[in-house]
């Protein structure tokens, strides 16, 4: 079973998600049984937030001055599932996810769930770095997708 404390320090996300937490609730309940993580108890943080909120973190963690679509902090860089395992932490930016803002609801939902997703992977010790990796990677992001999209709908 997973988790997830949501929080928000940007009030734009309300606008667009009444109910956040049952949002990325349904969401992780979508997913493939491999990463449902039954009989476990894990959980992360997830801070719904903006793009001057994310640049500082970006800078102060990452060393690079911008602001980005999510940043994902593993808690452990050996990851390693137990009974009750925390992940980390995750923060999106609503103006990377609110583009463009002509986009309707649904479209928004999309690139939010598979941002999310991405991040999620990468507190599951995914990552891009090389080629093969990033492939790897794509490829799971794509098989959770396809598995909340075709419950969700």
Known sequence: MINIFVLSNERAWSNRLK?????????????????????????????????????????????????TDILSFPFSNKLKITKETYLGDIIISYNFIDKPKSQNNESFRKKLIKTFIHGFLHLLSFNHVRDADYK??????????????SKLN
């Open 136 to 149: 790897k990677m794509l490829k799971e992001e794509k098989f959770i997708y396809q598995s909340v999209i």
């Open 19 to 67: 109910n956040k937490k049952l949002f990325f609730n349904k969401i992780c309940k979508s997913f493939p049984k491999k990463y449902k993580f039954l009989n476990k108890k894990i959980s992360f943080t997830l801070l719904l937030s903006n793009n001057k909120s994310i640049k500082k973190l970006n800078k102060n963690f990452r060393d690079k001055n911008k602001s």
